[in-house]
């Protein structure tokens, strides 16, 4: 109900465009088995259904923003999406490879994408990473920034 409560607060000032990571945040980081095989990790499913929860409300949009390695895992992203978070349309799912940013840290392609992108709403980004996140609190005052543990009531 927490960030429900929050988005809802932030919503009533300004529409917003929020950003959500995938990897720790909506999908697992499952210990021991293959951080890179994207169709088999284990749904958090209270994350996501706190996102779905913030659907319905006025002046949010709700988006994907994540990384992978390789062009190639970007349709494995989907396809979990697809199966686990179907209320994310494929138009609002941003999945970059590395390998085509010239291997550029998740932390640089994000901000870039980030500090490119062209709106007039408030941008909001839910991630796991305290470094991305530390990174565009201290340097970007236009971008609001939420740690995954945002989700969790």
Same mark, same amino acid.
């Given at each position: 109900m927490y960030f429900y409560n929050l988005i809802k607060e932030?919503? =009533?000032?300004?529409?917003?465009?929020?950003?959500?990571?995938?990897?720790?945040?909506?999908?697992? %980081?499952?210990?021991?088995?293959?951080? %890179?095989d994207f169709l088999h990790k284990r749904p958090l499913t209270q994350n996501i259904a706190n996102i779905k929860e913030v659907l319905d409300l006025e002046n949010v949009e709700v988006r994907i923003l994540s990384i992978c390695r390789e062009d190639s895992q970007i349709e494995d992203k989907n396809v979990w999406l697809d199966q686990y978070a179907p209320f994310f349309k494929k138009e609002n799912r941003v999945i970059i490879s590395r390998a085509s940013k010239d291997w550029k840290t998740a932390k640089e392609i994000k901000t870039e994408f980030l500090t490119n992108y062209k709106t007039d709403k408030q941008i909001v980004l839910v991630d796991d990473d305290n470094d991305i996140l530390k990174?565009?609190? +201290?340097? %970007?005052?236009?971008?609001?920034?939420? +740690?995954? =543990?945002e989700l969790v009531d």
């Open positions: 932030m919503a =009533s000032k300004k529409n917003i465009i929020l950003f959500i990571d995938m990897d720790g945040v909506i999908a697992a %980081y499952d210990i021991g088995k293959n951080p %890179y990174h565009i609190h +201290q340097n %970007y005052d236009n971008i609001i920034v939420l +740690q995954d =543990s």
